[in-house]
């Protein structure tokens, strides 16, 4: 089943029903991890060829899977290397297969977006995206299925699956840029639940529960797990979560004590891969290496797959790294080769031709990553990569409430870290603490306190009430400041309204410019202003990156304040002390138009008792960048008042 537009639809019976008429809008279908998407896209595959083999007219279905994409420079290169290399067909033309798609010759399935859009900025992904964008064809029919968790921002969304860009006030439709149909896909209901357990378990057990001990067996252990799958429907409606479920109740010696207990996403993929380690610890040919090392073997493979190859999850044996197993027991291995066999011969793998083994569920991977990063706590430099990596899936299983203590331990070593540092994984330390003032606390005095705050929603952006964000941002010193900007950009982690923004930017260009205006002395001697301190001098860096001029309007004086240059003067800000946040780079809001703020709203913003000196310094001046700064001389050369004699 799945939800479009607030309806429940048969998604199998949809899909074919669009494949029946002439409608060429190409469908996507969203959901997390587990949820069946891969699945759905086999099954619809599969029953497309059926038809295909004994209907000439039928469509050709073709699954292509787009996590290698990203790996070539272009769709030509990489489906030649699909259709040639890995399933030699015959006669293969990239300008034959584009001619073949536009006459309604295929069904085109593309699994997997989130997949390559790994280690990508968004720029990369929307370039990677208008790749596959040359399929859509009016004559095409084109399903593509990914996590909807690939955007991080609505503007992203609009962006890939409906062709729409933020213009002011309104999205502005990108021409021949095509707009998905979107399906979400949904859990299983209680009786699909159900269902599924009785099946699998009978099917797995070789019987159709027609009587005899087997069908007894059946019964009672798919009431048991019924049971338990009840007791937390958001966990085991997820597909994948009931499969792992069920293939280990499957096993008549494994005991479900644990996972009644408590049944979370971490105890059932834990236990699971408890389990498997522990069977095939007992093999006679296995013992010379126990199943804590096997695990641990499993997790740094899965850690090298997400920070060497691009969060991959099928490799060639041989590239596998030798460090990668040098801690690891010998067994009764004598080289290297032989030892990376053995520890491949234990593995929860499957392989396929070439030599290539991969994990049956991209899920799986993503435990095991997770797993790995909270044995080892980050040290100062690895918070950059932590971050990268506790995405999506990783991200889910970091998140479960029993791993919240061993989060807690990365916060140790945050305050050194440098960088360009995801908002989510600051997310993630918040809520591991239970709120923005614990973790703030726990940390020293640092430039992170006001984007803490920020992210973990206990300064809050209320345009009836703007003061204590603004007496936060008065406060700020200037790195601390620049990082909550990034934040605050019109589309960025924390975007807002447009009723909002229409209050929250004068309030901006207010804090910039009685910020620069604080630290300014007039020069008796030519009546200029000028700025002097360091903190002055950065805050001038800051504000002018941003507010550019105040100048005459149609009804008045207007202050011109542009976001793609105060994005541009807070990265490099908050840079010059080593840390960025990883919204978006300062390119992408390049199409932010420039804003003509009144001068008289901008002053409102500002406490009454400033206003007057704020207001006649803004007579003197028709642009900050006017104020000069004055070079700081040498202490030495101050003190002796005069030029220092060297030897």
Not at 36 to 47: D, H, I, M, N
Not at 260 to 288: G, H, I
Not at 424 to 446: E, K, M, V, W
Request: charged share 25%; aromatic share 8%; with cysteine.
């Amino acid at each position: 089943m799945a939800e479009s537009e607030g309806e429940v639809v048969g998604l199998i019976d949809e899909v074919v029903a669009w494949l029946a008429t002439e409608d060429p809008t190409p469908l996507a279908i969203l959901g997390g991890y587990g949820a069946g998407k891969s699945s759905f896209a086999k099954r619809l595959v599969t029953q497309q060829a059926a038809q295909a083999l004994t209907d000439p007219s039928a469509r050709r279905p073709i699954l292509i899977k787009l996590g290698g994409l990203s790996r070539y420079s272009d769709l030509e290169g990489f489906l030649g290397a699909m259709l040639t290399s890995q399933h030699n067909v015959r006669g293969y033309n990239f300008t034959r297969f584009l001619d073949f798609n536009s006459k309604g010759r295929f069904l085109i399935v593309l699994d997997g977006f989130d997949e390559m859009k790994h280690a990508m900025s968004f720029s990369e992904f929307r370039a990677q995206v208008g790749q596959f964008n040359q399929l859509i064809t009016p004559g095409a029919k084109v399903v593509l299925l990914g996590r909807p968790s690939a955007f991080t921002t609505d503007a992203e969304h609009h962006y890939v699956l409906k062709g729409r860009i933020p213009a002011q006030d309104r999205w502005r439709k990108l021409p021949g840029w095509p707009e998905f149909r979107e399906y979400r896909l949904a859990d299983f209901s209680d009786a699909e639940r159900d269902l599924f357990i009785a099946g699998f378990l009978a099917y797995q057990a070789g019987t159709s529960g027609d009587g005899g001990a087997d069908a007894e067996w059946v019964d009672k252990r798919r009431q048991e797990v019924s049971e338990l799958a009840a007791a937390d429907p958001a966990v085991f409606g997820r597909p994948v979560h009931l499969k792992i479920l069920a293939e280990m109740a499957a096993d008549r010696e494994q005991d479900l004590t644990r996972l009644r207990r408590s049944p979370s996403r971490w105890s059932l993929y834990d236990e699971f891969f408890q389990s498997l380690a522990r069977r095939e610890a007992e093999k006679p040919a296995r013992t010379p290496i126990g199943e804590k090392d096997r695990l641990r073997f499993l997790a740094e493979l899965a850690f090298w797959l997400w920070r060497d190859r691009a969060a991959a999850t099928s490799f060639v044996a041989e590239v596998i790294p030798s460090d990668l197993l040098a801690d690891l027991p010998d067994g009764d291995a004598h080289e290297v080769e032989h030892k990376r066999r053995e520890y491949l011969a234990g593995a929860f793998l499957e392989r396929k031709a070439g030599d290539i083994y991969y994990f049956p569920h991209r899920s799986f991977a993503e435990f095991l990553v997770a797993s790995r990063m909270l044995s080892c706590p980050p040290q100062a430099g690895d918070h950059v990569l932590y971050g990268t990596l506790a995405q999506e899936g990783v991200l889910e299983f970091l998140q479960t409430p029993e791993n919240q203590p061993r989060l807690r331990a990365w916060a140790e070593t945050f305050v050194s870290a440098q960088g360009s540092l995801r908002p989510s994984y600051i997310r993630l330390l918040i809520d591991a603490f239970g709120g923005p003032n614990p973790l703030i606390q726990h940390i020293p005095s640092t430039y992170w306190t006001l984007p803490i705050r920020l992210i973990g929603g206990s300064l809050k952006i209320d345009p009836s009430n703007l003061a204590p964000l603004r007496t936060a941002m008065m406060q700020a010193r200037v790195p601390e400041l620049a990082l909550a900007l990034q934040l605050l950009e019109p589309h960025g982690v924390l975007a807002s309204e447009d009723t909002v923004r229409q209050a929250l930017e004068p309030m901006i260009a207010g804090v910039l410019i009685e910020r620069t205006l604080g630290h300014v002395r007039e020069l008796p001697q030519n009546d200029r202003l000028s700025v002097d301190g360091e903190e002055g001098e950065r805050m001038r860096a800051l504000a002018t990156a941003g507010v550019k001029e105040i100048a005459a309007g149609r009804t008045g004086r207007v202050v011109s304040m542009n976001w793609l240059g105060l994005l541009e003067g807070a990265w490099a800000a908050s840079q010059a002390h080593g840390v960025v946040l990883k919204t978006h780079a300062p390119q992408q809001a390049s199409g932010y138009p420039p804003l003509e703020l009144p001068l008289d709203v901008v002053l409102s913003t500002i406490p009454v008792a400033s206003r007057p000196r704020i207001q006649g310094f803004l007579h003197k001046l028709s642009d900050l960048r006017h104020i000069i700064v004055v070079a700081r001389r040498n202490p030495r050369t101050i003190a002796a008042d005069r030029p220092i004699r060297r030897p």
